[in-house]
């Protein structure tokens, strides 16, 4: 997969932190980086999922069989 360069700001603080931990776990640092933000937006999308599911719920408390669950979503 092709990739592309971002630059990033950070204090020399913050960098020292990112480093030692990317090194700490046999990681570069881009390659940490990219994991911890992937990693953050998914699991926002996650929640982002979970609060749609929970209001739908909320707003039609009915439970469905696994096959009409499939009959709906499938």
């Known amino acids: 997969m092709a ?3 971002v630059k990033l700001r950070l204090t020399e603080s913050e960098k020292r932190l990112l480093a ?5 776990c046999g990681m570069s640092m881009s390659e940490f ?3 911890a933000a992937l990693s953050h937006v998914e699991g926002e999308l996650d929640a982002a999922v979970w609060e ?3 209001r739908e719920l909320d707003d ?3 439970t469905l069989t696994a096959t009409e669950i499939a009959a709906k979503y499938l």
């Open 20 to 24: 030692d931990h990317a090194k700490m």
């Open 60 to 62: 039609n408390p009915q």
């Open 52 to 54: 749609d599911a929970r």
């Open 3 to 5: 990739t592309t360069t």
């Open 33 to 35: 980086v990219r994991i």
